[in-house]
């Protein structure tokens, strides 16, 4: 069974450019999370999803960040303008309930430079 | 505000010897304990989770213990093996289904 796929799995971009990453999440999993991971930090929530519905979407810098899940299934975060702090690794995640956090996908590594 | 602190951020460990890493939190809203490892290039895999009505729970070579009372909770690798090495993350969630992650521990295992 495929895991979590995400792509791209690196993306360069200058900054004020906009980005967007794709994330499937495992079949089934009615639970998809998105995640981003700072250099030597743990990973923090931006947005969860049960099914197509934002259930938290607290964290999510909404002035430039938006996510849509169409369908809930796979899921699309963007970033426009990208920041310079915006630079990280975006992980995406997914489980068959909101209880459990078990798989992620490899992540996105974003610099914006 | 760190909602989980872990320590230490770095640890070396012979291999054969145990790895201990250590987790405290404050929310007593916290309910599931789960930990992560992680290898370069690669999302945190889930290790071993625990609830907090045991104080131990074991899986293979890792064992977690959890102290309620002191809010704390550690991950112990015993036979720490070169294949470990990697980054370990505690986390906690809370009863809202909100998962908090620690800071993460890079461990590395001398052959």
């Known amino acids: 069974e495929a895991g979590v796929v995400q792509s791209p799995r690196y993306k360069i971009i200058e900054k004020k450019q906009p980005v967007a990453f794709w994330c499937n999440p495992i079949?089934?999993?009615?639970?998809l999370y998105w995640y981003r991971q700072n250099l030597g930090q743990g990973p923090e929530l931006l947005i969860r999803y049960e099914n197509e519905e934002a259930v938290d979407d607290s964290q999510l810098p909404k002035d430039r960040f938006s996510a849509e899940r169409l369908k809930g299934v796979d899921s699309t975060l963007k970033i426009q303008p990208a920041e310079l702090g915006d630079s990280a690794v975006y992980l995406c995640?997914?489980?068959?309930?909101?209880?459990?956090?078990?798989?992620f996908g490899p992540g996105t590594r974003l610099t914006v430079l | 505000q760190q909602q989980v602190k872990q320590s230490p951020q770095s640890l070396i460990v012979q291999k054969g010897g145990i790895s201990i890493i250590n987790c405290a939190y404050e929310?007593?809203?916290?309910?599931?304990f789960p930990w992560y490892q992680q290898f370069p290039g690669k999302g945190p895999a889930l290790l071993i989770a625990i609830r907090p009505d045991v104080s131990e729970k074991k899986e293979g070579r890792f064992t977690i213990s959890f102290n309620k009372s002191a809010k704390q909770f550690s991950l112990h690798i015993m036979d720490s093996q070169p294949g470990d090495s990697a980054t370990y993350f505690c986390a906690a969630q809370n009863t809202g289904n909100q998962f908090y992650f620690g800071t993460g521990t890079s461990l590395t295992v001398i052959p």
């Open positions: 929310n007593t809203a916290f309910d599931y």
């Open positions: 079949s089934g999993h009615n639970t």
């Open positions: 995640a997914s489980s068959l309930d909101p209880g459990t956090l078990g798989y």
